[in-house]
C-alpha cells in the first residue's frame, strides 16, 4: 500500500498556523503532505523561525525541508498577529480546495490549521466553523469529535448558545449522531463492538426528571432504540462522574450533549495532544485543537505538538481507510 497523501491547510496567515507547517515540514512522516495556503506566509514563517524550507511543486513528495505546495494567494501581506479580513476569502478557499482534492481522490486525508472565525466573518463570509463548512461542501451530516490519548469527546451539538441547546437534542439528530460515531469507531477506529458513553444533559441526568426531562423524554428512549440495533451505550450518565478515570476505561468514546459540558475535561486531560476529527466525512479529517494564538504569532514559542497528534492521527485514518477500500 503507497503512503498516504494528506492535505495540510495552515488556516489563519497571522496565527501560528503557517509557522506550525514550516515545523512540521521539518520531520519525515508516514505520509506525504502537500499544502494549501499562501505562498509568502509560509515563506515569512520560514525566516522568522530561521528554518529551512522550500516549497516544491504539487506533485513532488514531501521530506524534511521540502513541501508540496498549492499556492493559494492571500488578498494582502499580513503582518504576524494581525489578521486582515480580506484575506478571508483566500482562507476559506484553501479549506474548500484541500477538501476537494480529498473527495476527488487526489489526497486522502485532511489537516487544519486554526483559524480566526471573527475575521472570516468581518471578511463578509458567513462562518460558524471548519466543521460546518466541510459538511456543507460534502452534504454529508457529520458529528465533532476530541481526542487525546486519554478520552474521545464526540458532541451532539458544536457552536451553539446555551440558551438553543436543549431545544436541538431531539431524537432524530441524536440518533443520527449515535449512529455516525459508532460507524467511525468501527471503520476508522477497527473497533469491533465500540462501547459509547451517552451524557445526560442536565445535572444529575435529570435527577429522574426533578431537573428536567431530556432524558427521561429524549436521550433514554434513544439510547434503548439503539441498543435494539446493536449499539453498545451506557447512559444517560451524569457528567460530573463519566469521566473519573474508572470509568473512562469501559468506554471507547463518550457523547457529550453540549460543546462545554465534554470538552473541558478532555482539554486538562491534555490539551498538547488533542486533536479535532469530523466524523462522517467521505475522508478522515483532522485539525489542531487550539486557536490561532495571534498573541505569539512569529515568535517561535508556538508548541505544535497538536498538529504534529493531527498529522499522526490522519495518517492512521487514511491508512485505515485506504486498506479497507483496497480489501474490498
Request: net charge negative; hydrophobic share 50%; proline share 6%.
Amino acid at each position: 500500500m503507497t503512503r498516504p497523501r494528506l492535505a495540510l491547510v495552515p488556516g489563519e496567515p497571522a496565527g501560528v498556523g503557517p509557522e506550525l507547517c514550516v515545523r512540521a515540514a521539518q520531520r519525515a512522516w508516514d505520509a506525504d503532505l502537500v499544502a494549501y495556503g499562501d505562498r509568502d506566509s509560509l515563506q515569512r514563517a520560514a525566516a522568522a523561525l530561521r528554518l529551512p524550507l522550500r516549497l516544491a511543486s504539487a506533485e513532488a513528495a514531501s521530506a524534511p525541508g521540502v513541501l508540496p505546495l498549492i499556492d493559494v494567494p492571500n488578498a494582502v501581506e499580513t503582518a504576524f498577529g494581525v489578521p486582515n479580513a480580506r484575506n478571508a476569502a483566500s482562507v476559506v478557499a484553501a479549506l474548500h480546495d484541500a477538501a476537494a482534492a480529498c473527495i476527488r481522490g487526489d489526497c486522502d486525508g485532511l489537516v487544519t490549521g486554526p483559524v480566526n472565525k471573527a475575521t472570516i466573518n468581518q471578511g463578509g463570509i458567513a462562518y460558524t466553523g471548519t466543521t460546518e463548512l466541510l459538511a456543507m461542501q460534502s452534504r454529508c451530516d457529520v458529528v465533532m469529535m476530541l481526542a487525546n490519548d486519554v478520552v474521545r469527546v464526540a458532541l451532539a451539538t458544536t457552536h451553539l448558545p446555551l440558551r438553543a441547546v436543549a431545544d436541538a437534542i431531539d431524537a432524530e439528530s441524536l440518533a443520527r449522531t449515535l449512529h455516525i460515531v459508532d460507524a467511525a469507531l468501527r471503520d476508522d477506529f477497527g473497533i469491533a463492538a465500540p462501547v459509547i458513553a451517552v451524557l445526560g444533559l442536565n445535572p444529575h441526568a435529570g435527577e429522574e426528571g426533578h431537573l428536567g426531562r431530556e432524558e427521561l423524554d429524549v436521550i433514554a428512549p434513544v439510547i434503548e432504540r439503539l441498543r435494539g440495533d446493536g449499539m453498545q451505550l451506557v447512559g444517560p450518565l451524569p457528567a460530573d462522574t463519566a469521566f473519573l478515570p474508572s470509568k473512562l476505561q469501559g468506554f471507547d468514546a463518550v457523547l457529550a450533549m453540549y460543546h462545554d459540558q465534554g470538552l473541558p475535561v478532555l482539554k486538562f486531560s491534555g490539551f498538547e495532544r488533542a486533536v479535532n476529527l469530523t466524523l462522517g466525512l467521505p475522508y478522515p479529517r483532522v485539525a489542531v485543537d487550539h486557536g490561532t494564538a495571534l498573541d505569539i504569532a512569529g515568535s517561535g514559542a508556538a508548541d505544535p505538538s497538536s498538529l504534529f497528534a493531527a498529522i499522526d492521527a490522519c495518517t492512521r485514518l487514511a491508512a485505515t481507510r485506504r486498506g479497507r477500500r483496497e480489501r474490498a
